[in-house]
């Protein structure tokens, strides 16, 4: 979010409000002397240029920290407009499907081993692509978020890390997300890893962000046993599930 309105942003506003505050405030004890005098007097004394200052950038950290912008992301008007003006929230809990060519992999392995089995991906044709789940977890601040996938019991799948998401836009309003991510895999002696597989390895995904903000969408790709010219890609789908 902070690639749409930067730090340096909210520091220019807090710094014009603090100026502007002296004059704000004096209009405020003028319009309570006259309209409620009981309360002029008792205003005047707590809105001092330190208290003023404190609740603006009180304010603002509440704002982007805290984070507060959520709250107006989730107004019915205002909420919608932000999102389509800077980026839609994204946090809360998603279900992914990742759709994998390892089939089309395992295929030119088996040929490459054998005298009598063939397989030109070009020509003949190709086995489907092997489908996986995942629960997932999206932690989306002002400066930072976190896609972090959940273990089962069906996968390798120990822990996965975000090393970074950027947020784009395009001309016609379209938003998209870049994903760079590293995975750690199970690996014990009740278990072993394939001989195809990797401890941990490195992935990136471009995803596609429907209008509603319910799914995302695209392609990944990711360097696993990429030293055997068997590393991966194939299509990957989030849908909330908390919706």
Do not use: C, H
């Not at 054998?114 to 489908?131: A, H, M, Q, V």
């Not at 799948?157 to 947020?167: C, D, P, Y």
């Not at 395009?170 to 995975?183: M, R, T, Y």
């Amino acid at each position: 979010m902070a690639k749409f309105v930067s730090l340096s942003f909210w520091i220019t506003l807090a710094v014009y409000l603090a100026l502007a505050s002296p004059l704000a405030v004096g209009w405020i004890e003028t319009w309570l002397a006259a309209k409620v005098p009981f309360l002029g007097s008792p205003v005047a004394n707590l809105l001092t240029s330190r208290v003023v200052a404190g609740i603006i950038w009180g304010s603002i950290a509440l704002f982007v920290v805290a984070p507060g912008w959520r709250l107006l992301w989730k107004l019915p008007l205002a909420g919608t407009w932000l999102a389509n003006r800077y980026f839609p929230d994204l946090n809360g809990e998603w279900v992914v499907t990742i759709q994998s060519n390892w089939p089309i992999m395992e295929r030119l392995k088996t040929a490459a081993s054998s005298n009598e089995i063939t397989f030109d991906p070009l020509k003949d044709e190709r086995p489907g692509l092997l489908e996986t789940s995942f629960n997932v977890k999206i932690k989306q601040t002002w400066f930072r978020t976190d896609v972090v996938f959940l273990p089962n019991e069906e996968t390798p799948l120990l822990s996965s890390e975000t090393i970074s998401v950027e947020f784009f836009k395009s001309g016609n309003g379209n938003k998209s997300v870049a994903w760079l991510f590293e995975q750690t895999n199970k690996q014990d002696n009740t278990r072993p890893l394939a001989v195809t597989d990797q401890p941990k390895f490195y992935g990136s995904a471009v995803l596609n962000v429907n209008e509603g903000a319910t799914e995302l969408k695209g392609q990944y790709w990711q360097n696993r046993s990429w030293n055997l010219g068997l590393n991966a890609a194939g299509q990957i789908s989030l849908k909330r599930a908390d919706r």
